[in-house]
């Protein structure tokens, strides 16, 4: 049985003197969300995090000591550590913080400390557009906003540059990739809905179920290879083995890639599910429900379903002032997508269930006393 890592913490001697480090040593051990099972560490070396942070203050944010950023992302996370603390104190740049987000709060912050870039998930996106929508003052003059961590719906992107007056890049990565992988990038075309293209120093490709590529426009396994790949789990060396392959970390993301190198996340592995022989992307129906005026939040799971294998539904969450029927929310999304897509099972509730950075946990989600996904 692995030795625990307190125990190890607790057993080694005290050392008082620098000690000298090479790129490839663990530098860091970050636990991963746990968003679709249970949390591994993931080792992180000193390349990984220098070049990382690197990468993202000078080409992505490009920033300098005249930048202030927003530090609503728990430090303890990939996002927030790299994306945030890191690339502020390698660009010299400053970074206000708030320990816990709450929007109104954030809006008071980013008026009284002048900040320039705002970074988040998207539940943070849609809070903000709620309150600054509420609270009637002068809405925050950004130069730019970045969106990591998960899927930001098209519909609340385009809401929030017409709202903040600025650009919202979309990124992607992972705690095992430091996080950054692919980014719409400042200085090149972007794409709403897309996560960008691979940041320098990163290669990714897609990948088929028997480790063959997959062309453009097909749905395949984002698979990521650079200076930003862990060098395994932490004890736990047959889930390192199961995600590197062949040299390439297979990040159990599912997405297409365009004919301009753009790459679109379809949805989580775990998260799809299939109905009646059919694959469902939950996020495609999401897209659709956060189109509806009175859906500020939702989730679409599987549920069991005696026939079908497993059904679609969905869970929303209501913008405040707003009403709508289960009947309408279904009807809205039948009137956009194929028959066997639509949600047949629709319910409200107050708030989903979120992890410490605000990503939604699905696997929380229980819906008619069924555990999403169970």
């Not at 927030?80 to 954030?106: I, K, Y």
């Not at 097909?218 to 200076?227: N, S």
């Not at 062949?246 to 299939?274: P, Q, S």
Request: include cysteine; glycine fraction near 10%; hydrophobic fraction near 40%.
């Amino acid at each position: 049985m692995p030795t625990p890592f307190h125990a190890l913490l607790l057993a080694a001697l005290p050392r008082t003197g620098i000690v000298e480090r090479s790129g490839d040593a663990t530098a860091l051990i970050l636990y991963t969300s746990g968003t679709t099972g249970t949390p591994k560490g993931a080792e992180l070396t000193h390349r990984n995090l220098l070049t990382n942070a690197a990468t993202t203050a000078q080409t992505l944010l490009l920033l300098g000591p005249q930048d202030v950023l927003f530090g609503g992302l728990p430090l303890f996370h990939a996002f927030g550590q790299t994306c945030a603390m890191n690339a502020a104190v390698a660009a010299g740049a400053t970074l206000t913080l708030l320990s816990r987000f709450e929007p109104e709060r954030a809006l008071e912050i980013m008026r009284r400390d002048a900040v320039t870039v705002f970074l988040g998930v998207p539940t943070m996106y849609t809070a903000l557009l709620r309150a600054v929508r509420q609270d009637g003052d002068e809405v925050p003059r950004l130069r730019l906003a970045v969106s990591g961590g998960a899927a930001l719906p098209v519909e609340v992107l385009h809401d929030f540059e017409q709202t903040f007056r600025a650009p919202v890049l979309e990124g992607y990565g992972l705690s095992e990739t430091s996080p950054v992988a692919a980014f719409n990038h400042p200085d090149r075309p972007r794409k709403a809905g897309s996560i960008g293209t691979p940041v320098r120093g990163v290669r990714m490709k897609l990948v088929a179920d028997d480790g063959s590529d997959v062309g453009p426009g097909a749905v395949g396994e984002i698979a990521v290879q650079g200076e930003n790949v862990m060098k395994g789990y932490f004890n736990n060396p047959d889930a390192g083995a199961a995600a590197l392959r062949d040299g390439w970390f297979h990040t159990g993301d599912l997405a297409r890639v365009d004919e301009d190198g753009f790459y679109f996340i379809v949805d989580r592995k775990k998260d799809l599910i299939i109905r009646g022989g059919y694959n469902v992307y939950p996020r495609e129906i999401e897209e659709v429900l956060y189109g509806h005026p009175a859906v500020a939040e939702a989730a679409v799971v599987g549920v069991p379903h005696p026939l079908h294998g497993e059904e679609v539904a969905a869970v929303v969450v209501l913008r405040a002032g707003a009403t709508a029927t289960a009947r309408e929310i279904r009807d809205h999304v039948k009137e956009r997508v194929a028959a066997y897509k639509y949600p047949r099972v629709v319910t409200f509730a107050a708030e989903l269930p979120k992890g410490p950075t605000g990503k939604i946990l699905k696997r929380e989600i229980t819906v008619e006393g069924h555990r999403a996904g169970s």
